[in-house]
Structure formats: C-alpha cells, structure tokens
C-alpha cells in the first residue's frame, strides 16, 4: 500500500506542489501530510471540499484528504470523500480511480475495487493499479480468482495474482488447471501488444524503515534523480515515443526486493533502472542476467563486479575509467611529475586513490602525499605540502588530486585558495561545480580542474532548454542528480528504443555525444569511457583530453 500511495503523492507534488498563490490553510494541510501528521493534514483539507466555493482546489483537496485516510487505515472514509469528486468532471480522473480502487480494496469490497480498475484509460496509471492489483489478490481464495476470471482476464495483476495462489497448491482441482491454461494465452496475448512500448522499470529506496517517500526532502538525491528520469520519460512522451515507466521501493529490504523480482512488470522489462546499494544490485544484476533484461546503476562508479557481465551496467565510468582520464590529462598537460593524493573515506575515492597510485608510479609519477581528508584535516594536508600563511606559497607537488563530494571538504579548500596565491592545478569532482559557496572566479589562478563524472555541458542549447522548462515546472533549477536521471532516459532511449538491441547499439560506435552531457563511449565495456578533465574558461567548461 505505502509503494502505491507514495506513487500517487510524486505526482501530485509534481503537478500543483510548487503552484504559488495556494491558500495558507491548505500549505498547512499538505505540509501536515508530508510530516505524517495525517489526522492534522484531514482536519486541515476539510474547509477547502466545497466546489461551489474553491473549484478544483475541492477536487486535490478530497483526493489529499482520501490519501491521509487511508495512510490511518480509514478506507470507508476514504471511499466517501471521494465519489463526489468521481461524479465530477475533472482531469486527473483516472488518478483519482486508482486511489478509490485501493479504497475499495482496503475496505474489503475487492469486486468493486477491480471494476474500478476496469475504468482507468491512462496505460500509465493503469500499470500501477495492475501492480496494486496484483499485491491485493495474492491473498484472496482460489475460488474467488477463478469464479471471477471472466470479467478480469485482460487485468495483468489480475491473471499474475491467480497464477501464483494457485501454483502454490498442491494439489488442484480440474477447474483451476483449465483457469491457468485460460491465463496463459491471455497473458500471451497481452504481451505481444507491448513490442512497441519501451517499458522501463525503476526500483529506488523511496522508503527505510519508517521513513517515507513523503517525508523524503525535495534536495533528497532520489527525490532529485526520479524527478529527472520523470522528466525524461514525460519528454519522450511529448515526442510521441511509446514509453512506459513504472516505479517500485525497494524499501532497503533484500527479502522483498526478491519477491518483487517476480512481479511481471519487472518480468516484461526492457531496462531496469536500480536500486543502488550493493547488497541490493548484487541481487538485482543476477536476476537481470538469469532474464537477460538490461540492468542499470544510475550512480555507482564502483563497477568491477559488473566487468564479467552481460546485462548489468554502470551509467557512470568505472573507477578504472576515471583513473584513465585522469593519467591521459596528466600526460598531455605535463605539469610536472611530483603528485599530491587526497581522498575521502567514500569507498570510490579509496579505490580511485588506490589505482591512482598504482597507475601514476608506473608513469614515473612521484607520489610526494597520500592521504585520506576530511573537513578537519584537509587544510593541514596542504599546509604540509608547503603553504606557509598568507600570501604566495610554492607547494612540494606539481599537481594535487583531490578525491572527494563532501562539500565539508571542499568549502575549507576553497577558504584556503581565496587567501594565498597558489598556482598548482588541482583536480576535483564535478561534484565541486553545484557548490553554492563555490565561486571559481574569485580564485586569482585558475587552479581547479574537474574529473569528469557524467559531467553536465551547462553550455549546450540543450541543457538551458531542460533548465528553463524544469524552472517552470517545479520553481527551481535542476539538481545534478535530476540532470543525470534526464539523461539516463535520452541514453536508453538512444541506444534500445524501436526494438534496438542495447549491446550491439553501444559496440556499434566507439563515442555518442550526451543531450545534457559531454556524450559517452560504452563501446565493449560496460561503463562509461568517456571520462574527460574539464577546465573552466570564461565560463565554459572544456575538455582537456
């Protein structure tokens, strides 16, 4: 229940949660609901249910109020607040239906919850309420399933659900074996009008423990990175391309995500996008080579156990690829041979920092510091190469790498650079280029270089398109992360839409330009190549190497 709700609430705060010009009262309510202080959020939307006075705020207003009811498992009250809005003619019906069948089904009247389903035209909604579907009916009866099989063959959850109460018996009677033969060519059928669709799965961990996607933060990195595949996908879509995105929690539970690897959405994937953590796409990418379905990690650079893989991606270049860039840019700009490491504690910046040192010496690097940093000792690591105070500062190295995300990092380094005069490249994450405190042009030597990790071109005709469209939208400016997600979607489509084989379209060319990036090179490998250092130009960021 809470997978389908927390659906239900993306879209909604995607489609009016940054409308200016709401009354106080009703902020207040959704503000109550996103804390989970759901009796406050229904107390708070009952002044706003009169259409005669608020019009199609009433209408969000019951579908708020129906959604906090059944999170207090109040599904009567649900149902109630509900039908005037379904007599109404209103744009987001078929939302609306999909809530009022969960209401129905949580209340005990499951027939009435699947003819409601019945109704939904919208495929995408629709893929949701099979999957809701399926979740509800795999603890009906046997009886019920076949004696209803007729009227609900053509629901996908529906068939699935029967099939698996009834291959849990062990013995079955002569008219349940005939109900899953009937399953069968139905299901069949079904699937042989998807060849068209590009049927893209995600599974993030929009829930831990009891916290939910609801109460997950706007500035959240997968609130960030699922409003860009959603942007990816809703641009697709605007293009007339066949796509259809369904969306699952992984709720950081191994022994669920096991059982949802057996949901047919995800059965009749083309590409899954997640989970993330390693316990978790461990699982994932044995599943996804055992279905040959294309699995990819839309953030890791960790990729060495994917190296041996058929179907498991990272969209990101592996560690060993950033090495490589950051050894060619060396090379070419022969800045000197004495070299500078520090790293974070983050496990990829501990095994880039170790390959790093590896490869280097094999170059004739000397490595004259290797460190591991933090906030409180990345000053000190720079002050033992040689800054002494204030003023101009010749270091012990000709270059210093420094490995790391952590804005607490970076801030005190870029203190440091603002009060001497140091001339010494210094090479950093992308990462370093959102910082809000970090103004590159302050610094009197254009001192830092950036790793390219999935880099944005903030220059492209591309990206400020993106950037004012999702302004519009949702009031702010798109994170990194959403920038990824968007482009993750242009690169499937890319590489696998109209039936494209991913594999040989990725091996068919040896570098693809990005939309919102610098552009990729998966050619034979299975992560990103491409992983260039950037330098900043008056106000431009170009590639080295």
């Known amino acids: 229940m809470q997978r389908y709700l927390s659906f239900l609430l993306l879209f909604f705060v995607i489609q009016i949660g940054f409308s200016q010009g709401l009354p106080e009262n009703y902020q207040k309510a959704k503000t109550a ?7 406050s959020s229904i107390n708070g939307f009952k002044e706003f249910l009169e259409v005669e006075k608020y019009g199609n705020l009433a209408n969000y207003a019951a579908f708020h109020s129906a959604e906090a009811y059944l999170k207090v498992n109040q599904p009567a009250q649900a149902i109630e607040v509900l039908r005037p809005v379904y007599s109404r003619n209103w744009s987001k019906s078929d939302e609306l239906k999909y809530l009022l069948a969960l209401g129905y089904f949580q209340n005990g009247q499951t027939l009435d919850g699947l003819r409601m389903v019945q109704q939904i035209k919208s495929p995408e909604v629709m893929a949701k309420a099979q999957n809701a579907v399926f979740e509800f ?3 009906a009866s046997p009886t019920f ?5 007729q009227e609900f063959k053509s629901n996908s959850g529906y068939t699935s659900a029967m099939a698996f109460v009834l291959q849990q018996k062990e013995i079955m009677t002569a008219g349940e074996r005939e109900a899953l033969k009937v399953i069968g060519e139905s299901n069949l059928k079904v699937a042989s009008k998807q060849d068209e669709v590009l049927d893209i799965v995600v599974i993030l961990p929009f829930t831990s423990g009891n916290t939910m996607i609801s109460n997950i933060s706007s500035t959240d990195f997968i609130f960030e990175l ?4 959603l942007s990816g996908v809703n641009q697709l879509k605007s293009e007339g391309v ?3 995105l369904q969306t699952f929690d992984s709720k950081r539970d191994l022994k669920y995500i096991g059982n949802l690897l057996k949901d047919p959405a995800i059965e009749n994937a083309d ?5 993330i953590y390693p316990d978790e796409t461990d699982l994932v990418s044995q599943y996804a080579e055992a279905e040959k379905i294309p699995f990819i990690h839309p953030l890791s650079n960790l990729g060495d156990r994917f190296e041996q893989m058929k179907y498991s991606y990272l969209f990101r270049p592996s560690v060993k690829a950033l090495s490589e860039g950051i050894t060619s840019a060396m090379k070419k700009e022969n800045w000197g041979k004495r070299v500078a490491i520090g790293h974070s504690s983050a496990s ?3 095994a880039l920092a170790s390959l790093l040192k590896e490869r280097l010496s094999a170059e ?3 490595l004259v510091k290797y460190q591991e940093v933090d906030r409180r000792n990345v000053v000190e690591f720079f002050n033992d190469l040689g800054i002494q105070g204030r003023g101009d500062s010749v270091l012990r190295a000709d270059q210093v790498i420094l490995l790391g995300d952590d804005p607490a990092i970076a801030q005190p380094v870029f203190a440091l650079f603002e009060s001497v005069t140091i001339s010494v490249p210094t090479l950093v994450m992308d990462s370093w280029l959102s910082f809000n405190f970090a103004n590159f042009e302050m610094i009197e030597f254009p001192n830092f270089y950036f790793i390219s990790n999935n880099s944005p071109n903030f220059g492209s005709e591309a990206m400020n398109t993106f950037r004012d469209r999702f302004y519009e939208r949702n009031l702010i400016f798109p994170s990194l992360n959403a920038i990824l997600g968007r482009e993750l979607i242009y690169w499937i489509h890319t590489n696998q839409g109209k039936g494209k084989d991913l594999r040989n379209s990725l091996d068919s060319q040896s570098f693809q330009p990005g939309k919102l990036t610098f552009g990729f090179n998966f050619q034979n490998n299975n992560s990103n190549q491409f992983s260039p250092i950037l330098k900043l130009e008056n106000g431009e960021l170009i590639p080295l190497n």
């Open 33 to 39: 609901f996103s804390n989970g202080d759901y009796w």
């Open 137 to 139: 009916l795999v603890q």
């Open 145 to 149: 399933l076949v004696t209803n099989l």
């Open 226 to 229: 699922y409003q860009g595949i």
């Open 242 to 244: 066949q796509v259809q």
């Open 271 to 275: 590409v899954i996008i997640g989970p």
């Open 348 to 350: 990829r910046d501990q």
């Open 364 to 366: 004739g690097y000397d």
